[in-house]
């Protein structure tokens, strides 16, 4: 047996890889905003994408001793053109629950990308990946296809979704819980983050996993991100791009989901109550003016009037 062979028998942690969280992101519609951007405006956009999705070591001091050498769970991120690559170390001295923390910095990033008007794709995953010791790479392993394929070609509409496979790991898999152990509280944080479609594949639920304590308004802020959520939705359904148009329906689907189940949390029947107080606006007329119709409910909104009607 040749070497190229022992070394090909050989996995990937054994050739020098190590295990990471993955993430591969791309701002959706990108081919559309070359067309119809200016230079200036676009990179306005992808720099705002490599802003916010970049990682929490990427501007660290590199570590210079071993003993300083994945003390703890630290991203890092590698960017081209309008995607961007992120990783997450997993084997450290202290376990402090990487797979949790990265769907937090993912929500994050969700949000900034909304608030900024930018829609993002992308796929995540656990596999081996090079990094380099610093952390600056290059970045290139199995798990970074894994991720890039989920992106490209599973994904399909505006979410990051979730490897089935790294889900199994994170279930089955302690190094990847907070302080190496399962704990309720963290799976009860982590129900929180995933959400599963009508297809069984499951992606991040930045939604529902965006309380009001993700904004420094509160209540106030997470509905000001509510609206603004629905109106980025509502800008881009005007485009004459039916691809285009089938993932924005997709959206404004979980969106409005997601809006119906979170008006169940408030009392319609209070319009001055507490609510009111807060928002200055009665809970009904807030949550009416949050959803999004369109032709695809005005259809079945329409057969179930005539359905009603009496013989």
């Known amino acids: 047996m040749t070497d190229a062979q022992r070394s090909q028998r050989r996995s990937d942690y054994e050739r020098g890889f190590e295990r990471c969280v993955v993430t591969f992101i791309d701002i959706l519609g990108y081919r559309n905003l070359l067309n119809t951007r200016d230079a200036a405006e676009i990179v306005g956009i992808v720099n705002a994408l490599r802003t916010f999705t970049a990682g929490d070591s990427d501007e660290d001091e ?10 703890y769970s630290q991203s890092f991120s590698e960017s081209v053109s309008d995607a961007v690559v992120r990783v997450r170390t ?15 910095d993912l929500m994050h990033a969700m949000i900034e990308c909304v ?15 090079h990094i380099g010791l610093d952390g600056r790479g290059p970045i290139f392993g199995n798990g970074m ?5 989920i992106e490209s070609e599973e994904a399909v509409y505006p979410r990051i979704m979730i490897d089935d496979a790294a889900l199994e790991a994170y279930l089955s898999d302690e190094s990847l819980w907070n302080d190496g152990e399962v704990d309720a509280d963290e799976a009860r944080l982590a129900l929180e983050f995933i959400a599963v479609a009508d297809d069984g594949s499951h992606f991040v639920d930045y939604l529902r996993a965006a309380g009001p304590g993700e904004f420094d308004a509160g209540v106030v802020g997470q509905f ?31 969106h409005n989901r997601f809006i119906v189940d979170l008006r169940e949390q408030y009392d319609m029947e209070d319009p001055r109550g507490e609510f009111y107080a807060e928002l200055e ?12 119709e369109g032709a695809w409910t005005s259809v079945s909104a329409r057969l179930a009037e005539l359905a009603s009607r009496e013989p």
Do not use: C
């Not at 590199?62 to 003390?71: A, F, K, N, S, T």
């Not at 296809?145 to 394929?149: C, G, H, L, P, S």
């Open 90 to 104: 997993v084997d450290t001295q202290s376990p402090d629950g990487a797979f949790v923390l990265e769907l937090i």
């Open 115 to 129: 608030n900024r008007g930018i829609l993002i794709r992308g796929g995540m995953t656990i596999g081996p990946v």
């Open 281 to 292: 606006v009665a809970p009904a007329e807030m949550f009416d003016s949050l959803m999004i």
């Open 224 to 254: 000001e991100f509510l609206q603004r959520h629905r109106q980025l939705i509502v800008d881009n359904l005007t485009t004459e791009d039916q691809k285009a148009r089938r993932k924005l329906v997709w959206l404004a689907n979980y």
């Open 145 to 149: 296809v894994r991720a890039f394929k």
């Open 62 to 71: 590199p570590p210079r001793r071993m003993d300083e050498h994945r003390l």
